[in-house]
Nanobody
Framework: QVQLVESGGGMVQAGGSLRLSCAAS????????MGWLRQAPGAEREFVAA????????YYADSVKGRFTISRDSAKNTVYLQMNNLKPEDTAVYYC????????????????WGQGTQVTVSS
């Protein structure tokens, strides 16, 4: 069983930055594609960013390209989402996810979910 634990959410003003972290269970970390999904109040869940198991491939939703950066530290079994120039429309619960392949993460159909962390951006 993969365990994913997020941290780093909070409140920030528009234009500010936050970094989310996701610590994964050690035994499964090296074989999964990982990423972030988000869900705003009253909205459907949407893909944000994904990274391959090697870290060599990354994918982003158009809405966050140029502002968000996903990365991973294999030694720490951790995936990060650096969010810059945040906008009020980025307000959502952000979920760290993992899957047996990267396509499942991009499609929003991962195998494993973290508990979610709230990000609130005020105007």
């Amino acid at each position: 069983q993969v365990q994913l634990v997020e941290s780093g959410g909070g409140m920030v003003q528009a234009g500010g930055s936050l970094r989310l972290s996701c610590a994964a269970s050690r035994s499964s970390f090296s074989i999964y594609g990982m990423g972030w999904l988000r869900q705003a109040p009253g909205a459907e869940r949407e893909f944000v960013a994904a990274i391959s198991w090697s870290g060599s491939s990354t994918y982003y939703a158009d809405s966050v390209k140029g502002r968000f950066t996903i990365s991973r530290d294999s030694a720490k079994n951790t995936v990060y989402l650096q969010m810059n120039n945040l906008k009020p429309e980025d307000t959502a619960v952000y979920y760290c996810v993992a899957a047996s392949n990267l396509a499942a993460v991009v499609a929003g159909s991962p195998d494993h979910w973290g508990q979610g962390t709230q990000v609130t951006v005020s105007s």
